[in-house]
Structure formats: structure tokens, C-alpha cells
């Protein structure tokens, strides 16, 4: 069974941004991943006011920050703009 994607609100915002940006495609296709696995490699675990979330890189300064509710296959998606810039 696949993981259901979900936005917080301001992941809603950061997917305007990347929509509109080079970034767009690859973002689409690592959300196509996050669907089938969310722990498929290349991810990073968050540590710090993040821990328990997870990463995955668009660029080197922006990222797919998410969490990750096994129980109910659920991906959170909490930002994908930069974090360097908040």
C-alpha cells in the first residue's frame, strides 16, 4: 500500500514556490517516491527542533523536510523552500 501525501500549510506555500521554479520536476518526482517508500535512499534524518522529521534534497540549498506517520501511511509534508533563508 502506498503513503498518502499530505501538506501542512506553510508545505502548501513552499509547492507554490517550487511550482514555479526549475526545481519543479524533481521535487514531483521525489514526491512520487515519497508515496511508494519514504525511507528510500537518499534521505537524511533531522535532528535539533526537527528530530524525527526527514530530508530530502532538491539542490544544495533547498529541501523536502517531512514527516513520516507509519501507522496510518501518511507523509507530512512540512516545508520544501529553503530552511537557510526562515
Known sequence: MNYKIVFTKR???????V?????H???K???????????CPPMEE???NL???CSKRLNIQHRIV????????VVK??????????
Not at 511550482?19 to 526545481?23: A, E
Open 51 to 53: 528530530k524525527g522529521s
Open 66 to 73: 517531512y514527516e513520516v506517520d507509519k501507522a496510518n501511511k
Open 19 to 23: 511550482k514555479r521554479s526549475p526545481l
Open 46 to 48: 533531522l535532528v535539533g
Open 11 to 17: 508545505g502548501e506555500k513552499d509547492y507554490e514556490l
Open 77 to 86: 509534508i512540512l516545508s520544501m523552500w529553503t530552511h537557510y533563508e526562515r
Open 29 to 39: 518526482k521525489i514526491l512520487l517516491d515519497l508515496e511508494k517508500d519514504p525511507y
Open 25 to 27: 520536476k524533481k521535487a
